[in-house]
Protein backbone atom coordinates (compact mmCIF):
# COMPACT_ATOMS: atom_id res chain seq x y z
CA UNK A 1 0.00 0.00 0.00
CA UNK A 2 3.09 2.69 0.67
CA UNK A 3 3.93 1.47 -2.82
CA UNK A 4 1.06 2.61 -4.06
CA UNK A 5 0.32 5.58 -2.07
CA UNK A 6 4.20 7.11 -2.57
CA UNK A 7 4.58 6.25 -6.30
CA UNK A 8 7.56 4.52 -4.77
CA UNK A 9 9.97 1.63 -4.61
CA UNK A 10 9.99 -0.18 -1.84
CA UNK A 11 12.44 -2.79 0.00
CA UNK A 12 11.58 -5.27 2.31
CA UNK A 13 14.75 -6.86 4.10
CA UNK A 14 14.95 -10.49 4.87
CA UNK A 15 17.63 -10.41 7.85
CA UNK A 16 18.80 -13.09 10.18
CA UNK A 17 17.16 -14.61 13.09
CA UNK A 18 18.05 -15.86 16.55
CA UNK A 19 18.70 -17.82 17.96
CA UNK A 20 20.64 -19.38 14.97
CA UNK A 21 21.98 -15.93 14.39
CA UNK A 22 21.91 -13.59 17.57
CA UNK A 23 22.91 -9.91 17.27
CA UNK A 24 24.47 -8.76 15.59
CA UNK A 25 23.57 -10.47 12.66
CA UNK A 26 20.03 -8.80 12.49
CA UNK A 27 21.02 -5.79 12.68
CA UNK A 28 24.55 -5.39 10.27
CA UNK A 29 21.78 -7.20 7.81
CA UNK A 30 19.55 -4.19 7.79
CA UNK A 31 22.32 -1.99 8.25
CA UNK A 32 24.13 -2.75 4.82
CA UNK A 33 20.61 -3.54 2.99
CA UNK A 34 20.21 0.19 3.80
CA UNK A 35 23.83 1.01 2.81
CA UNK A 36 23.44 -0.92 -0.45
CA UNK A 37 20.27 0.80 -1.26
CA UNK A 38 21.98 4.04 -1.01
CA UNK A 39 25.31 3.25 -2.66
CA UNK A 40 22.96 1.50 -5.81
CA UNK A 41 20.39 4.39 -5.33
CA UNK A 42 20.53 5.33 -8.97
CA UNK A 43 20.72 2.18 -10.50
CA UNK A 44 17.43 1.38 -8.27
CA UNK A 45 16.18 5.06 -9.68
CA UNK A 46 15.70 6.47 -6.30
CA UNK A 47 16.21 9.65 -4.58
CA UNK A 48 19.54 8.95 -2.00
CA UNK A 49 18.49 12.26 -0.43
CA UNK A 50 14.46 10.72 0.34
CA UNK A 51 15.52 7.05 1.92
CA UNK A 52 12.83 6.38 4.26
CA UNK A 53 13.81 3.58 6.77
CA UNK A 54 10.92 2.13 9.14
CA UNK A 55 9.73 -1.10 11.23
CA UNK A 56 7.24 -2.33 13.69
CA UNK A 57 8.15 -3.87 17.43
CA UNK A 58 11.20 -5.48 16.93
CA UNK A 59 11.42 -3.87 13.28
CA UNK A 60 11.30 -0.48 14.91
CA UNK A 61 13.98 -1.75 16.84
CA UNK A 62 16.16 -2.62 14.27
CA UNK A 63 15.20 0.67 12.08
CA UNK A 64 15.78 3.33 15.16
CA UNK A 65 19.24 1.16 15.97
CA UNK A 66 20.33 1.71 11.96
CA UNK A 67 19.14 4.89 11.88
CA UNK A 68 22.15 5.75 14.84
CA UNK A 69 24.61 3.74 12.99
CA UNK A 70 24.01 5.68 10.08
CA UNK A 71 24.55 8.88 12.16
CA UNK A 72 27.93 7.59 13.63
CA UNK A 73 29.31 6.39 10.39
CA UNK A 74 28.72 9.04 8.53
CA UNK A 75 26.12 6.79 5.56
CA UNK A 76 24.07 6.09 4.45
CA UNK A 77 22.33 9.03 4.60
CA UNK A 78 18.87 8.26 6.05
CA UNK A 79 15.73 11.44 5.33
CA UNK A 80 13.03 9.46 7.68
CA UNK A 81 12.74 6.90 10.21
CA UNK A 82 9.14 5.47 11.00
CA UNK A 83 9.07 3.33 13.84
CA UNK A 84 5.63 1.54 14.81
CA UNK A 85 5.49 0.45 18.21
CA UNK A 86 9.33 -0.06 18.44
CA UNK A 87 10.84 -1.78 21.50
CA UNK A 88 13.76 0.81 22.47
CA UNK A 89 15.16 -0.50 25.31
CA UNK A 90 15.20 -4.13 26.84
CA UNK A 91 15.08 -6.27 29.81
CA UNK A 92 15.43 -3.91 32.34
CA UNK A 93 17.94 -1.55 30.98
CA UNK A 94 16.33 2.13 31.02
CA UNK A 95 17.47 5.74 31.62
CA UNK A 96 16.97 8.87 33.67
CA UNK A 97 13.22 9.19 33.77
CA UNK A 98 11.70 6.55 32.47
CA UNK A 99 9.15 4.81 33.81
CA UNK A 100 6.98 1.51 32.95
CA UNK A 101 3.39 1.35 34.64
CA UNK A 102 0.14 -0.31 33.82
CA UNK A 103 -1.16 2.83 35.70
CA UNK A 104 -0.38 4.25 32.34
CA UNK A 105 -3.27 2.07 31.03
CA UNK A 106 -6.85 2.91 31.06
CA UNK A 107 -8.74 -0.34 32.27
CA UNK A 108 -12.61 -0.79 32.33
CA UNK A 109 -13.66 -3.36 34.95
CA UNK A 110 -15.28 -5.45 32.23
CA UNK A 111 -12.06 -5.73 29.72
CA UNK A 112 -9.20 -5.72 32.25
CA UNK A 113 -8.11 -9.10 32.67
CA UNK A 114 -7.97 -8.91 28.41
CA UNK A 115 -5.92 -5.59 28.33
CA UNK A 116 -3.63 -6.77 31.22
CA UNK A 117 -2.82 -9.90 28.68
CA UNK A 118 -1.92 -7.17 25.49
CA UNK A 119 0.07 -4.95 27.77
CA UNK A 120 3.01 -7.23 28.59
CA UNK A 121 5.28 -6.17 26.02
CA UNK A 122 7.61 -3.93 26.54
CA UNK A 123 7.37 -4.64 30.84
CA UNK A 124 10.64 -4.06 32.31
CA UNK A 125 12.08 -7.59 33.45
CA UNK A 126 15.33 -9.58 34.38
CA UNK A 127 17.63 -10.96 31.39
CA UNK A 128 17.27 -14.53 32.86
CA UNK A 129 13.78 -14.28 32.72
CA UNK A 130 12.95 -13.39 28.93
CA UNK A 131 13.57 -16.06 27.07
CA UNK A 132 13.24 -14.69 23.71
CA UNK A 133 15.72 -11.63 24.40
CA UNK A 134 18.30 -14.57 25.49
CA UNK A 135 18.09 -15.88 22.76
CA UNK A 136 18.66 -12.79 20.68
CA UNK A 137 21.76 -11.57 22.68
CA UNK A 138 24.87 -13.54 23.10
CA UNK A 139 26.16 -11.00 25.99
CA UNK A 140 24.14 -10.09 28.60
CA UNK A 141 25.77 -6.71 28.92
CA UNK A 142 24.32 -5.86 25.04
CA UNK A 143 21.19 -4.79 26.81
CA UNK A 144 22.74 -1.60 27.12
CA UNK A 145 24.03 -1.13 24.01
CA UNK A 146 22.57 0.99 21.89
CA UNK A 147 22.17 -0.80 18.88
CA UNK A 148 19.99 -2.77 21.06
CA UNK A 149 18.24 -0.56 23.30
CA UNK A 150 18.40 2.93 21.15
CA UNK A 151 16.51 4.31 24.14
CA UNK A 152 20.36 4.27 25.83
CA UNK A 153 21.92 6.22 22.98
CA UNK A 154 24.36 9.09 24.50
CA UNK A 155 22.65 11.48 22.55
CA UNK A 156 19.70 11.40 19.72
CA UNK A 157 20.98 14.47 18.32
CA UNK A 158 21.59 14.50 14.49
CA UNK A 159 18.97 11.67 13.73
CA UNK A 160 16.65 11.26 10.87
CA UNK A 161 13.13 13.02 10.84
CA UNK A 162 10.88 10.24 13.00
CA UNK A 163 7.27 9.08 12.94
CA UNK A 164 6.18 7.34 16.03
CA UNK A 165 2.86 5.44 16.06
CA UNK A 166 2.15 3.11 19.31
CA UNK A 167 -1.53 1.72 19.67
CA UNK A 168 -3.15 2.53 22.88
CA UNK A 169 -3.47 -1.17 24.72
CA UNK A 170 0.12 -2.26 24.09
CA UNK A 171 2.71 -1.98 26.10
CA UNK A 172 5.53 -0.49 24.23
CA UNK A 173 3.40 2.29 23.68
CA UNK A 174 5.23 3.48 26.40
CA UNK A 175 8.34 2.89 25.05
CA UNK A 176 7.17 4.48 21.74
CA UNK A 177 6.06 7.95 23.31
CA UNK A 178 9.15 8.38 25.70
CA UNK A 179 11.17 7.86 22.72
CA UNK A 180 9.44 10.37 20.64
CA UNK A 181 10.12 12.50 23.64
CA UNK A 182 13.77 11.69 23.31
CA UNK A 183 13.94 12.96 19.75
CA UNK A 184 11.85 16.01 20.64
CA UNK A 185 14.27 16.89 23.36
CA UNK A 186 17.09 16.41 21.01
CA UNK A 187 15.56 18.53 18.14
CA UNK A 188 14.84 16.01 16.12
CA UNK A 189 11.65 17.12 13.90
CA UNK A 190 9.12 14.33 15.33
CA UNK A 191 5.53 13.32 14.77
CA UNK A 192 4.10 10.59 17.61
CA UNK A 193 0.76 8.59 17.01
CA UNK A 194 -1.79 7.07 19.63
CA UNK A 195 -4.26 5.09 17.78
CA UNK A 196 -7.13 4.91 20.25
CA UNK A 197 -8.46 0.90 20.66
CA UNK A 198 -5.51 -0.66 19.00
CA UNK A 199 -3.11 -3.05 20.13
CA UNK A 200 -0.05 -4.57 19.26
CA UNK A 201 0.86 -5.81 15.48
CA UNK A 202 -2.35 -3.72 14.06
CA UNK A 203 -0.29 -2.75 11.52
CA UNK A 204 -0.64 -5.96 10.07
CA UNK A 205 -4.76 -5.93 10.09
CA UNK A 206 -4.84 -3.29 7.09
CA UNK A 207 -8.02 -3.90 5.29
CA UNK A 208 -9.57 -4.53 8.49
CA UNK A 209 -9.00 -1.72 11.23
CA UNK A 210 -9.38 1.76 9.26
CA UNK A 211 -6.38 3.06 11.93
CA UNK A 212 -4.15 0.59 9.85
CA UNK A 213 -4.96 2.67 6.90
CA UNK A 214 -4.59 5.92 8.66
CA UNK A 215 -1.21 5.12 9.58
CA UNK A 216 -0.15 4.00 5.81
CA UNK A 217 -2.05 7.28 5.03
CA UNK A 218 -0.06 9.31 7.21
CA UNK A 219 3.51 7.80 6.65
CA UNK A 220 2.82 8.49 3.10
CA UNK A 221 2.50 12.24 3.43
CA UNK A 222 5.05 12.56 5.18
CA UNK A 223 7.28 10.80 2.81
CA UNK A 224 5.83 12.71 -0.37
CA UNK A 225 7.16 15.64 1.70
CA UNK A 226 10.70 14.72 1.98
Known amino acids: MLAELIDGVVFNVDYSLA ?5 PNGFNDNYYAVKHVYDHAEAYGIDPKKISVGGDSAGGNYAAAVCL ?9 IAMQVLIYPAVTQADAM ?8 NFFEKSEEHKDIINGL ?4 RPSKL ?3 LFLGAYISDKEDIYNPYVSP ?4 SHAGLPKAILAGAEFDGLRIHTEFYAKQLQDAGVETTCFRYKGMTHAFIDKLGHV ?13 MRDL
Open 19 to 23: PEKPF
Open 69 to 77: KAREEGTPK
Open 95 to 102: VEGYEWSE
Open 119 to 122: ISLG
Open 128 to 130: EDN
Open 151 to 154: MLAE
Open 210 to 222: PQAEDLCIEIAKA
